[in-house]
């Protein structure tokens, strides 16, 4: 059998996995970011189930100094602070990797590339062969035949195999042992390396082809002509040393003991423990297997200290604490209240009388937490099997429904009078859900809604919200578990139609209760974190909203969209056999590895062409959009590109998701996804919807109103910019929106000093792109790269717009400092973003928090704002009695399914509530227009 050392070069690729994951980070229940965690022990998982090595070990830099510190003090000097979420991941990390009984290696004054370095050639003469995991381009130096590097595939990317000769071609040298020399020369910003000034890869790449290495560069500096002769010359010294800084030391006080290094049996018990506290819920099923779950207790209950560290003889809690302002005590704390030790009282009720004794009892009450049963989670295609309600902690009933509609309709009438009584408001954890579901049994509640799943939205935005989660975090509690009633995921999984009665009444009851608990645990929390405002005035009152428009769907030409599909496919061959044509060869064009290799090697339309991390040639649409010059191709492959996803995402994929109910489809509105406070929308994804295009604008033709109907589309004009302008208080800006001027011509004329009369519409066009890119943090360098000018230029054009708008650069300021001060940011209607980095010493992930301390109170506001105008818009209807249906919400579009008789009152009625839905500071105006049509398209 072959022996396969793996070796791991630990920080290297914990920072790569921290960084991939920075704009969608995971955060548990409990605000802890588990990016680098998560992502190392994917690395690790996928490296043991591909490669099957026979040994590995994972390789970590020890604190404090080594020899190249003290030949050179600057030595990774210019490295950035550790993020605080990464240093803090680094203790479970190591969990982890002992879980799996994998070696933890580090020698002190030494680098993990030494020790590295050490093992693998002192494991290469033991006969094995070695790979080296890691992204780092210095370790080619070890490379030699049966020692290789092994980079990781990057965000989905394959991994990459490297051995002397893939090195020598990758640096454009001769051997190995030249990627010091190379080193030596050109320096190495990352560790700081000073190398000779002026000096690249390419020109150090060239002189080692005529000189062979680097002492023999310098020994022939005074022979080399020119610019670079001096340069050499005067940087000697700097590069003598930079090689030797760049030299991986390979007898480290480190010894390859192959019994320690082979892979072991797991430490079950170990990782249970730490994928439980990390919440690794998916990754701990595939990796431990399918009874995982991230709710069991550990193997052994104790209590840590805040660091994670066990305090001796103390017995795991079984109650969560919680502080006097009800905030939640986050010191890992162990789950172990459930079902079977928790006194409750769950009753069945399954006959008439019963009923009729519980809508009695539950008449009397004010609060009641309710949940549906149901054979499936498409509220929209599921049949009611039963309703639990509670009303008090451990207390709950299980009413059931039978198969027949009619049926259970009838059931239903005998809970009239509690659904029609406006004086209780009805709990429920995503109530809309279950709202959703009782309209298709034409039952409606009148009181008001409370959903938990919201307040914990308001109060903890970036967290997960699962009511099983929220039960563990809040309440100490593991509730039953659904796959322990119908099974697992997948086609053997069946319905609650399938559950034992009891086990059912049970499970349903439990929801009813927990979620009657979560409400308490959570309601004074919106008080402690001031966000009462935004859950009562926006959030809270949107789920009816939402519920009616999910409801009433929307009508799809499909007749259109088969003629659509026809046309788009016949486009796409067209441009496909275009491509081939000018590439003089067919290939896959929906391959990147064979489409870069056609367009960088066989064309060469860019010769600096850049590759992935995973070894292929970058071919994404920003990389083509600036080779569209310099051959017709470019634009041949963008066309097929458009044409085959809008035909395959959207045209083709409408027609199937139309409901077999209703005739018309039904998407489905997530409130409580974007941080920021945008509704999110699913199956299908209408936010997604193509508008930039004129082949992508036609799908909205698909979209049409109820026979005898029109469509009408309203949306906000320029609102980011408008609330930019109104909670800055820029005069110029407010100004420019007061007196209704174009607002990009407005700014163009006081960016470059014109009248507004003489701009041009190059001037309007580049004063667009800076007032919408500014609020996203946009600097010189993306400006320029968007307008395609020079880097120059683009800083004057942000210099005069500071200038100009003082008050805007002002703001931007201002949200920085008061996020330092207080770590959140907020809306005007006081939604609040928690930005913990905004203080990290690390400048990305700070610059990172920054930027959303700046543009998360204008999204958030503007998200606001619909919402508050869907309400308003919502119950002006109702109250009007209005037949007009609103269907649809896209950003900062409303879509209506309208009534021709009813356009009179509807059109005014639309455009003053959305204009008074959130008046704004300064005075300064809401805009909104209003389009009708025969389709989406057309009214837009």
Same mark, same amino acid.
């Given at each position: 059998?072959?022996?396969?050392?793996?070796?791991?070069?630990?920080?290297?690729?914990?920072?790569?996995?921290?960084?991939?994951?920075?704009?969608?980070?995971?955060?548990?229940?409990?605000?802890?970011?588990?990016?680098?965690?998560?992502?190392?022990?994917?690395?690790?998982?996928?490296?043991?189930?591909?490669?099957?090595?026979?040994?590995?070990?994972?390789?970590?830099?020890?604190?404090?100094?080594?020899?190249?510190?003290?030949?050179?003090?600057?030595?990774?000097?210019?490295?950035?602070?550790?993020?605080?979420?990464?240093?803090?991941?680094?203790?479970?990390?190591?969990?982890?990797?002992?879980?799996?009984?994998?070696?933890?290696?580090?020698?002190?004054?030494?680098?993990?590339?030494?020790?590295?370095?050490?093992?693998?050639?002192?494991?290469?003469?033991?006969?094995?062969?070695?790979?080296?995991?890691?992204?780092?381009?210095?370790?080619?130096?070890?490379?030699?035949?049966?020692?290789?590097?092994?980079?990781?595939?990057?965000?989905?990317?394959?991994?990459?195999?490297?051995?002397?000769?893939?090195?020598?071609?990758?640096?454009?040298?001769?051997?190995?042992?030249?990627?010091?020399?190379?080193?030596?020369?050109?320096?190495?910003?990352?560790?700081?390396?000073?190398?000779?000034?002026?000096?690249?890869?390419?020109?150090?790449?060239?002189?080692?082809?005529?000189?062979?290495?680097?002492?023999?560069?310098?020994?022939?500096?005074?022979?080399?002509?020119?610019?670079?002769?001096?340069?050499?010359?005067?940087?000697?010294?700097?590069?003598?040393?930079?090689?030797?800084?760049?030299?991986?030391?390979?007898?480290?006080?480190?010894?390859?003991?192959?019994?320690?290094?082979?892979?072991?049996?797991?430490?079950?018990?170990?990782?249970?423990?730490?994928?439980?506290?990390?919440?690794?819920?998916?990754?701990?099923?595939?990796?431990?297997?399918?009874?995982?779950?991230?709710?069991?207790?550990?193997?052994?209950?104790?209590?840590?200290?805040?660091?994670?560290?066990?305090?001796?003889?103390?017995?795991?809690?079984?109650?969560?604490?919680?502080?006097?302002?009800?905030?939640?005590?986050?010191?890992?704390?162990?789950?172990?209240?459930?079902?079977?030790?928790?006194?409750?009282?769950?009753?069945?009720?399954?006959?008439?009388?019963?009923?009729?004794?519980?809508?009695?009892?539950?008449?009397?009450?004010?609060?009641?937490?309710?949940?549906?049963?149901?054979?499936?989670?498409?509220?929209?295609?599921?049949?009611?099997?039963?309703?639990?309600?509670?009303?008090?902690?451990?207390?709950?009933?299980?009413?059931?429904?039978?198969?027949?509609?009619?049926?259970?309709?009838?059931?239903?009438?005998?809970?009239?009078?509690?659904?029609?009584?406006?004086?209780?408001?009805?709990?429920?954890?995503?109530?809309?859900?279950?709202?959703?579901?009782?309209?298709?049994?034409?039952?409606?509640?009148?009181?008001?809604?409370?959903?938990?799943?919201?307040?914990?939205?308001?109060?903890?935005?970036?967290?997960?919200?699962?009511?099983?989660?929220?039960?563990?975090?809040?309440?100490?509690?593991?509730?039953?578990?659904?796959?322990?009633?119908?099974?697992?995921?997948?086609?053997?999984?069946?319905?609650?139609?399938?559950?034992?009665?009891?086990?059912?009444?049970?499970?349903?009851?439990?929801?009813?209760?927990?979620?009657?608990?979560?409400?308490?645990?959570?309601?004074?929390?919106?008080?402690?974190?001031?966000?009462?405002?935004?859950?009562?005035?926006?959030?809270?009152?949107?789920?009816?909203?939402?519920?009616?428009?999910?409801?009433?769907?929307?009508?799809?030409?499909?007749?259109?969209?088969?003629?659509?599909?026809?046309?788009?496919?016949?486009?796409?061959?067209?441009?496909?056999?275009?491509?081939?044509?000018?590439?003089?060869?067919?290939?896959?064009?929906?391959?990147?590895?064979?489409?870069?290799?056609?367009?960088?090697?066989?064309?060469?339309?860019?010769?600096?062409?850049?590759?992935?991390?995973?070894?292929?040639?970058?071919?994404?649409?920003?990389?083509?959009?600036?080779?569209?010059?310099?051959?017709?191709?470019?634009?041949?492959?963008?066309?097929?590109?458009?044409?085959?996803?809008?035909?395959?995402?959207?045209?083709?994929?409408?027609?199937?998701?139309?409901?077999?109910?209703?005739?018309?489809?039904?998407?489905?509105?997530?409130?409580?996804?974007?941080?920021?406070?945008?509704?999110?929308?699913?199956?299908?994804?209408?936010?997604?919807?193509?508008?930039?295009?004129?082949?992508?604008?036609?799908?909205?033709?698909?979209?049409?109103?109820?026979?005898?109907?029109?469509?009408?589309?309203?949306?906000?004009?320029?609102?980011?910019?408008?609330?930019?302008?109104?909670?800055?208080?820029?005069?110029?800006?407010?100004?420019?929106?007061?007196?209704?001027?174009?607002?990009?011509?407005?700014?163009?004329?006081?960016?470059?000093?014109?009248?507004?009369?003489?701009?041009?519409?190059?001037?309007?066009?580049?004063?667009?792109?800076?007032?919408?890119?500014?609020?996203?943090?946009?600097? %010189?360098?993306?400006? $320029?790269? /968007?307008?395609? +000018?020079?880097? =120059?230029? #683009?800083?004057? &054009?942000?210099?005069?717009?500071? *200038?100009?708008?003082?008050?805007?650069?002002?703001?931007?300021?201002?949200?920085?400092?008061?996020?330092?001060?207080?770590?959140?940011?907020?809306?005007?209607?006081?939604?609040?973003?928690?930005?913990?980095?905004?203080?990290?010493?690390?400048?990305?992930?700070?610059?990172? %928090?920054?930027?959303? $301390?700046? /543009?998360?109170? +204008?999204?958030? =506001?503007? #998200?606001?704002? &619909?919402?508050?105008?869907?309400? *308003?818009?919502?119950?002006?209807?109702?109250?009007?009695?209005?037949?007009?249906?609103?269907?649809?919400?896209?950003?900062?579009?409303?879509?209506?399914?309208?009534?021709?008789?009813?356009?009179?009152?509807?059109?005014?009625?639309?455009?003053?509530?959305?204009?008074?839905?959130?008046?704004?500071?300064?005075?300064?105006?809401?805009?909104?227009?209003?389009?009708?049509?025969?389709?989406?398209?057309?009214?837009?």
């Amino acid at each position: 059998m072959d022996k396969r050392l793996f070796l791991l070069d630990a920080y290297a690729l914990i920072f790569r996995a921290y960084y991939a994951l920075i704009r969608n980070p995971r955060i548990t229940s409990k605000g802890r970011n588990t990016n680098a965690q998560f992502g190392f022990t994917n690395t690790l998982i996928d490296l043991i189930n591909k490669e099957k090595p026979t040994h590995l070990a994972v390789c970590f830099d020890v604190e404090g100094k080594t020899e190249r510190h003290t030949d050179f003090t600057d030595y990774k000097a210019n490295r950035q602070e550790t993020p605080e979420d990464l240093a803090e991941a680094i203790p479970d990390i190591k969990k982890i990797i002992e879980g799996f009984n994998i070696p933890c290696i580090g020698v002190e004054g030494y680098e993990a590339d030494d020790v590295i370095g050490t093992l693998a050639w002192q494991a290469h003469d033991a006969g094995y062969d070695v790979y080296m995991v890691t992204p780092d381009k210095d370790y080619g130096q070890l490379v030699r035949d049966g020692v290789k590097i092994y980079k990781p595939g990057y965000q989905g990317g394959s991994f990459e195999i490297l051995g002397p000769a893939e090195v020598c071609a990758k640096w454009d040298i001769e051997k190995v042992e030249q990627v010091i020399d190379i080193l030596g020369l050109m320096g190495d910003a990352v560790d700081n390396i000073p190398g000779i000034a002026g000096v690249g890869e390419k020109t150090a790449a060239k002189l080692l082809k005529e000189y062979g290495s680097l002492e023999n560069v310098v020994a022939n500096a005074e022979n080399i002509k020119g610019a670079l002769g001096k340069k050499i010359v005067a940087g000697k010294e700097s590069a003598i040393l930079s090689k030797k800084l760049a030299t991986i030391i390979t007898n480290a006080p480190v010894q390859f003991h192959e019994e320690e290094f082979c892979l072991k049996e797991w430490n079950k018990p170990a990782l249970i423990e730490i994928f439980t506290e990390l919440e690794f819920k998916t990754l701990g099923k595939r990796i431990l297997g399918d009874d995982f779950n991230v709710f069991q207790s550990a193997p052994v209950g104790v209590q840590t200290d805040l660091f994670g560290n066990a305090i001796e003889g103390a017995a795991a809690r079984t109650i969560i604490e919680k502080t006097e302002d009800k905030e939640i005590d986050d010191k890992g704390l162990i789950t172990s209240k459930n079902i079977t030790n928790s006194p409750h009282e769950y009753i069945l009720v399954d006959e008439e009388e019963k009923i009729k004794q519980l809508v009695n009892v539950l008449m009397q009450q004010t609060e009641i937490c309710f949940d549906t049963e149901t054979t499936g989670i498409d509220a929209n295609d599921a049949e009611l099997v039963g309703m639990s309600f509670s009303y008090k902690p451990g207390e709950a009933w299980f009413v059931t429904c039978t198969t027949d509609y009619e049926a259970t309709c009838n059931l239903l009438e005998l809970l009239k009078p509690l659904f029609d009584n406006p004086d209780i408001t009805w709990i429920g954890h995503n109530i809309k859900y279950d709202l959703l579901v009782l309209k298709y049994y034409n039952r409606e509640i009148k009181g008001q809604v409370y959903d938990t799943m919201l307040a914990h939205y308001v109060v903890e935005p970036d967290g997960k919200r699962s009511m099983d989660l929220l039960s563990a975090q809040y309440l100490g509690y593991e509730p039953v578990h659904i796959e322990e009633l119908i099974g697992k995921k997948g086609k053997g999984q069946g319905t609650m139609r399938d559950v034992e009665i009891q086990k059912l009444k049970d499970y349903a009851a439990e929801d009813a209760d927990i979620t009657l608990q979560l409400k308490h645990s959570l309601h004074p929390l919106l008080k402690t974190k001031d966000v009462e405002r935004v859950f009562y005035e926006v959030e809270n009152p949107l789920v009816k909203v939402l519920t009616d428009m999910e409801f009433e769907g929307v009508m799809i030409d499909v007749p259109f969209l088969l003629n659509y599909s026809k046309e788009l496919e016949r486009e796409a061959y067209q441009a496909e056999q275009a491509v081939y044509a000018g590439a003089g060869v067919k290939f896959n064009i929906g391959s990147p590895k064979q489409l870069g290799e056609v367009l960088f090697e066989k064309l060469n339309l860019n010769p600096s062409a850049k590759k992935t991390k995973s070894g292929q040639y970058a071919t994404g649409e920003d990389v083509l959009m600036k080779l569209a010059h310099n051959n017709p191709i470019v634009a041949d492959i963008l066309a097929y590109r458009q044409l085959t996803k809008l035909r395959s995402t959207y045209v083709d994929a409408l027609p199937s998701l139309i409901n077999r109910k209703s005739g018309r489809v039904h998407t489905t509105y997530g409130q409580a996804v974007a941080v920021t406070g945008r509704l999110a929308s699913n199956n299908p994804n209408l936010q997604n919807i193509p508008i930039r295009t004129e082949r992508g604008k036609e799908i909205r033709k698909a979209f049409i109103p109820r026979q005898g109907n029109v469509i009408i589309s309203a949306d906000y004009s320029q609102i980011e910019l408008r609330i930019v302008a109104a909670i800055s208080g820029d005069e110029n800006m407010c100004n420019a929106f007061k007196n209704n001027a174009d607002i990009h011509t407005a700014t163009a004329a006081k960016v470059f000093n014109v009248e507004a009369a003489d701009v041009t519409k190059e001037m309007r066009y580049k004063a667009k792109s800076v007032n919408f890119g500014i609020i996203y943090g946009q600097g %010189a360098f993306g400006l $320029a790269d /968007n307008l395609g +000018i020079s880097r =120059t230029e #683009a800083k004057e &054009i942000i210099d005069n717009y500071k *200038k100009e708008f003082s008050g805007i650069t002002k703001y931007m300021d201002n949200m920085i400092n008061f996020c330092r001060e207080h770590g959140y940011v907020q809306t005007l209607m006081g939604r609040k973003r928690w930005l913990k980095d905004i203080n990290s010493a690390n400048f990305t992930v700070r610059g990172y %928090a920054e930027r959303n $301390a700046i /543009n998360s109170p +204008i999204q958030g =506001t503007a #998200a606001d704002m &619909i919402k508050m105008a869907m309400i *308003k818009i919502h119950d002006s209807m109702k109250k009007e009695k209005l037949r007009s249906k609103m269907i649809m919400q896209v950003h900062d579009e409303l879509v209506f399914d309208a009534v021709p008789s009813e356009l009179g009152v509807l059109q005014p009625l639309i455009l003053n509530n959305m204009k008074a839905a959130l008046p704004l500071p300064h005075d300064v105006p809401v805009e909104a227009e209003l389009g009708i049509g025969d389709n989406w398209l057309e009214a837009h």
